[in-house]
Nanobody, 118 residues
Framework: QVQLVESGGGLVQPGGSLRLSCAASGFTFSIYHMSWYRQVPGKERELVANIHSNGGSTNYADSMRGRFTISRENAKNTVYLQMNSLKPEDTAVYYC???????????WGQGTQVTVSS
């Protein structure tokens, strides 16, 4: 049974930090590229960051570059998103996504809410 379980969301003040985690199970995590997306009501889901299956390369959306850091621990089947200098416009549901590096399979987590507000 494939599972992607996000955690670490919550309420934080502007300028604060949060670290999201996404724990994977039910598939071979080490051959999957991992991504974080976010979505606000009424808007399309947008890419936040992604990381190669071996952790060797990362990519960020322009508005997140320099504030967010994606990382992974293949030994723990977990991908992280460290978010610093948070802004109210970062408020969204954050999802992790797994995409196979050797095929077309992909999986989504259920999402975790991040709210940036004073």
């Amino acid at each position: 049974q494939v599972q992607l379980v996000e955690s670490g969301g919550g309420l934080v003040q502007p300028g604060g930090s949060l670290r999201l985690s996404c724990a994977a199970s039910g598939f071979t995590f080490s051959i999957y590229h991992m991504s974080w997306y976010r979505q606000v009501p009424g808007k399309e889901r947008e890419l936040v960051a992604n990381i190669h299956s071996n952790g060797g390369s990362t990519n960020y959306a322009d508005s997140m570059r320099g504030r967010f850091t994606i990382s992974r621990e293949n030994a723990k089947n977990t991908v992280y998103l460290q978010m610093n200098s948070l802004k109210p416009e970062d408020t969204a549901v954050y999802y992790c996504k797994a995409e196979s590096s050797v095929g077309r399979r992909s999986y989504w987590g259920q999402g975790t809410q991040v709210t940036v507000s004073s």
